[in-house]
């Protein structure tokens, strides 16, 4: 796709994306807006990939596409800042990175010629230049206007990406889905560390052997579905071994493990003897009220 395209933003998610788009060829030129006097240590800058802005101004009139990666709380605000630079260029589209706002907030944009949309990429990224290669082949939530959604089709497509269309009152939904996945893992992760610290495993030790355990979870779950991943003393309705987990675990640590355990059950409940069913369910629902 032959375009320039702007970044508001040069934070861990726009700089991923600005690095993708160029790297894919989704885009020909990257131009980043920041709010800092110098560009933040990042390849794209480094090495003179990417142009950058301290502060914004009136986009270049070859600019197809406009992603503002601000927090959300900030949207509205550069939304209006931008939309006083002058009118869009001709066909561009505005996006926010945001997860759960309509697209809404990009009103003063729109207001200026552009189309609106929201163009949220289900991935995490960091401060790495790796990022970039984590938003190849991954989901993007997609909201707003035809001309946006065409526009953000051929760059998802260029970047190897696929699009998931999402309605903006169901956006939220679609955030909090995604925030179980990403930001939910690492503190269930955090707690298996810290319960192997105290069976006596060094803590590097204990996150890399959980680590590994995670990546085979995940393989089990490509090929078979949350459902096919399941393996352990829940699933197998070994009443024993989970009444001797839930004795040895610390009180938050009990019951993070029954509030699981009692989602777990949703799963595995088909293959489970009544009897084990029941024993399972009790144990559960005593260690969370306690």
């Known amino acids: 796709m032959d375009s320039s395209v702007t970044v508001v933003g040069p934070g861990r998610m726009g700089l991923a994306l600005g690095a993708a788009l160029l790297r894919t060829g989704a885009a020909e030129r990257l131009t980043v807006f920041g ?3 110098e560009p933040p240590s990042h390849p794209l800058f480094s090495e003179d990939a990417a142009r950058y802005v301290f502060g914004v101004e009136p986009l270049s ?5 406009l992603f503002l990666a601000v927090p959300d709380e900030v949207v509205p605000e550069m939304a209006h800042t931008l939309a006083a630079q002058g009118p869009a260029p ?3 589209v505005a996006f926010h990175l945001s997860g759960s706002l309509s697209t809404d907030v990009l009103a003063p944009l729109h207001a200026r010629g552009y189309a609106v949309g929201a163009f949220h990429p289900l991935q995490v990224a960091s401060r790495s230049a790796a990022s970039a290669d984590w938003i190849a082949g991954s989901y993007v939530a997609v909201t707003g206007s035809p001309e946006a959604t065409a526009v953000a089709r ?3 497509s260029a970047m190897d990406c696929r699009l998931i269309m999402v309605a903006a009152t169901r956006r939220p939904l679609l955030h909090a889905a995604a925030a179980l996945t990403s930001s939910y893992v690492p503190p269930l992760l955090d707690a298996a560390v810290g319960v192997m610290e105290r069976a006596g495993v060094d803590r590097d030790e204990a996150l890399a052997a959980l680590i590994a355990l995670m990546r085979g979870t995940l393989s089990l779950v490509e090929e078979g579905g949350p459902a096919g991943a399941v393996a352990g003393p829940v699933a197998e309705g070994d009443v024993e071994a989970v009444t001797l987990h839930l004795r040895a675990l610390e009180p938050e640590e009990r019951r993070l493990y ?3 355990g009692r989602e777990l059950m949703g799963l595995v409940r088909p293959g489970l003897r009544d009897d084990a069913e029941q024993e399972l369910t009790s144990a559960f ?3 969370a009220r306690e």
């Open 258 to 260: 029954a509030l699981l």
């Open 35 to 37: 709010r800092r006097p």
């Open 61 to 65: 009139g070859d600019t197809t596409a």
């Open 90 to 92: 001709e066909r561009c």
């Open 154 to 156: 051929l760059l998802a």
């Open 285 to 287: 629902e005593r260690a």
